[in-house]
């Protein structure tokens, strides 16, 4: 299947909602054949990233080698991975892989640039920011990481496992308020890059699109990208106003 | 992958966001790793269902098969199909296919049975109708089966392809009046026998649960009891309030 992309996912399986529910609102399709061909792997028992890196955990890389293995055996032309965490693993999974893959981190942080915004706040997972994996590139580029301290970055982590395990309400009242308080410390606009936290901020972003860079939504606009040149269809642009 | 479960989607997307959807959030889990685990084909290049039955289109068959073999080679033990249409070729696909196949006719027709109700509307495409994929077993059943007349029928189809191609308001205005026609006519319950109704009428039913049965949410309670059964885990349950 010509354009065939493959999402590896379920870390977790919700976020993997997301970026799917994502491809289909941001292409512009009057039929169904006109959608981007997509195969899903959403197996979610890949131990968990932030265990693996900070507490001495499982690697998860393995498990993530062996079902991006059967995306490329089912004809996947291109892999993407919605789980910004997952990422420090990109390279290693990068070169096991014989097809192309887009990273998260830089599709998020080319929109990141797009703004023309100098401060830069940044909600994620621990390990993603115990490894650097946005601050690094934010700091190359000259502009200012502005990241929750100890406390506030305990009760972002609180609200992205209260998400996993279904409570959605709960941890998004947690949620909103670190969010608030990165502004309240000078952020223009805020990465959520962990991909939990755009359904968790859903309405948020709804309500205020400018403010945040969505990593899930970046992913899956450069994915819409990737197909058109793949397959040479102008006629599937994106639908977001985040550009 | 134990329990691994295929799902030949695509037909369309945003039907299949909303099953995958529906697995996750009616999956008592409190972490990624005890979610179910999927394999999902979105390639929605599979010819429109409805055209192939009433209007002499190509034929659905060949790439449905394709894309489910490739969902056996990928490990799934199960296959379900998000298109109620699509069931016209259920035993075809099940007769090449080498693991178990739920059929969503069934899952809901089980679940219709439950409601203990005799008169039972049924909004689905053309097709659906015309091949009385659920009339012969309503009427098996001893129970009365109401359907749109002429000029609502095709207000039906004319919602459901508006959400295929991405106009879900437009969709769901025009759904709606053909659910209240139903109920006026003495439907005491309504099957949602076309997987983007739920989709279009996800307000109504979230409002009115006992007044529908929405197919998608069916086949996916019974592909969560498939699951328990597969791997013996009891603590996976169901939290829907439609049983």
Redesign the interface.
């Known amino acids: 299947?010509k354009g065939?992309i493959g999402v590896l996912g379920?870390?977790?399986?919700?976020a993997?909602?997301d970026l799917?529910?994502k491809?289909?609102?941001y292409t512009?399709?009057?039929?169904?054949?006109?959608?981007i061909?997509?195969?899903?792997?959403?197996?979610?028992?890949?131990?968990?990233r932030t265990e693996a890196l900070l507490n001495h955990g499982v690697s998860p890389l393995p498990l993530m080698t062996n079902y991006l293995k059967?995306l490329e055996?089912?004809?996947a032309e291109c892999i993407v991975i919605p789980c910004n965490t997952a990422h420090f693993w990109f390279d290693e999974l990068k070169n096991t892989c014989h097809v192309d893959m887009l990273s998260i981190v830089e599709t998020t942080m080319q929109e990141v640039l797009l703004t023309k915004k100098k401060n830069i706040g940044l909600l994620a997972t621990n390990a993603t920011m115990y490894m650097g994996l946005y601050q690094k590139s934010i700091e190359q580029k000259k502009l200012n990481c502005i990241t929750p301290d100890e406390e506030s970055q305990k009760l972002v982590m609180k609200s992205i496992?209260l998400l996993?395990?279904?409570n959605k309400d709960a941890a998004e009242e947690i949620m909103k308020s670190q969010a608030e308080l990165l502004f309240s410390r000078g952020a223009e606009v805020i990465i959520l890059g962990c991909t939990e936290v755009p359904v968790i901020l859903a309405n948020e972003v709804k309500k205020h699109p400018n403010k945040y860079i969505d990593s899930t939504g970046s992913l899956v606009r450069a994915s819409i990208h990737w197909y058109e040149n793949r397959v040479g269809k102008s006629h599937l642009i994106i639908t977001e106003n985040l550009k």
Chains 1, 2 share one sequence.
């Open positions: 299947m065939l379920g870390m977790g399986p919700a993997t909602v799917f529910n491809f289909v609102t512009i399709a009057n039929k169904d054949q006109e959608h061909p997509l195969i899903i792997s959403s197996i979610p028992d890949i131990p968990d059967k055996d089912a004809g496992y996993k395990s279904g």
